[in-house]
T-cell receptor, first 115, second 110 residues
Framework: EPEVTQTPSHQVTQMGQEVILRCVPI?????FYWYRQILGQKVEFLVS????????KSEIFDDQFSVERPDGSNFTLKIRSTKLEDSAMYFC?????????????FGNGTRLTVT | QKEVEQNSGPLSVPEGAIASLNCTYS??????FFWYRQYSGKSPELIMS????GDKEDGRFTAQLNKASQYVSLLIRDSQPSDSATYLC??????????FGKGTSLLVTP
């Protein structure tokens, strides 16, 4: 079964450094998402992406975050200057149509630890 | 703030029993609802989706939706120890992003 692939599985970085989290969505999917989950808390929406542009973003997704689809397969989340509170599990997800009845398929996540 | 509310649990049921998980949502715009299962340290895994009022059954799982009461539930019949996990309720917002609840921890005891 096709799956969403995320790399790395664990990233440790120092406060103030830039990190790039990478995702390969399911190949025929058109809508891409980033969610995060701080330890012990709920899964939170960050951003959705369609047709090479952001279609929706949350309050969390401020100027230090950016997303990009640099080629036909990868989807990346960049955090420009990491803060301690950015430590979380980051999940990439994709869906076929982006319609409400098109379920999200999540990747295994990248655990980001900011020290 | 649009919220999806769940009892955090833990909900403990014996093996073979029915587990009942509940969720309420505040955004009347929400049209689609999902139940995900999440094992510790893992990603959410879709169990059920429901869009219309009433019941929807899939194997041992039944989702129930009542839009008038803004209430969603998940029943797990013949619960197994492998069902022990955190169950996340999610609702679409005015766009297509999912708004998740904090999850209910389910423990099925042998």
């Amino acid at each position: 079964e096709p799956e969403v692939t995320q790399t790395p599985s664990h990233q440790v970085t120092q406060m103030g450094q830039e990190v790039i989290l990478r995702c390969v969505p399911i190949s025929n999917h058109l809508y891409f998402y980033w969610y995060r989950q701080i330890l012990g808390q709920k899964v939170e929406f960050l951003v959705s992406f369609y047709n090479n542009e952001i279609s929706e973003k949350s309050e969390i997704f401020d100027d230090q975050f950016s997303v990009e689809r640099p080629d036909g397969s990868n989807f990346t989340l960049k955090i420009r200057s990491t803060k301690l509170e950015d430590s979380a599990m980051y999940f990439c997800a994709s869906s076929g149509t982006g319609r409400e009845d098109s379920p999200l398929h999540f990747g295994n996540g990248t655990r980001l630890t900011v020290t | 703030q649009k919220e999806v509310e769940q009892n955090s649990g833990p909900l403990s049921v014996p093996e073979g029993a029915i587990a009942s998980l509940n969720c309420t949502y505040s955004d009347r715009v929400s049209q689609s609802f999902f139940w995900y299962r999440q094992y510790s340290g893992k990603s959410p895994e879709l169990i059920m989706s429901i869009y219309s009022n009433g019941d929807k059954e899939d194997g041992r799982f039944t989702a129930q939706l009542n839009k008038a009461s803004q209430y969603v539930s998940l029943l797990i019949r013949d619960s197994q120890p492998s069902d022990s996990a955190t169950y996340l309720c999610a609702a679409t917002n005015s766009g297509y992003a999912l708004n998740f609840g904090k999850g209910t921890s389910l423990l099925v005891t042998p």
